[in-house]
């Protein structure tokens, strides 16, 4: 009878061990997923709008990215043009800042990742 139930106890012991582990595993898992994400460029999309004058569209690409007046003019244009362009990419929480500041004046944006 003490042979059965240590039996019982060691075989309980190791399915125990074979839970743990997924946990584990589904940590390391979801921590890779995380490291995945800080990678995943982000990108800031500007949308061509019959409201917003060139020249204001251009100051507040200046005032969002930094950038200089002839870079902001070449970005106006292309979302003329074009309909839409990618203005900035970067971290979500850049891009966030980045579009916080085009909507300033409310033109028309778009976060993707």
């Known amino acids: 009878m003490n042979h059965l139930l240590f039996s019982f106890l060691r075989s309980n012991s190791g399915a125990e061990k074979e839970e743990s582990t997924p ?7 979801e921590k890779e997923k995380e490291d995945e994400d800080e990678k995943t ?13 060139f020249e ?9 990215l930094g950038c200089t007046q ?5 970005l106006t244009y292309k979302v ?14 850049d891009c966030f800042e980045v ?3 085009l909507k300033e004046i409310q033109l028309v944006t778009e976060i993707k990742g």
């Open 70 to 74: 002839d870079h902001a003019e070449e």
């Open 99 to 101: 579009n916080g500041v």
């Open 80 to 93: 003329h043009n074009e309909g839409k362009a990618e203005v900035y990419e970067g971290s979500f929480e």
């Open 41 to 53: 460029p982000w990108r800031v999309i500007l949308f061509d709008d019959d409201i917003h004058t």
């Open 56 to 64: 204001e569209v251009i100051g507040q690409l200046i005032k969002a």
């Open 23 to 29: 946990d584990t595993d589904v940590d390391v898992l």
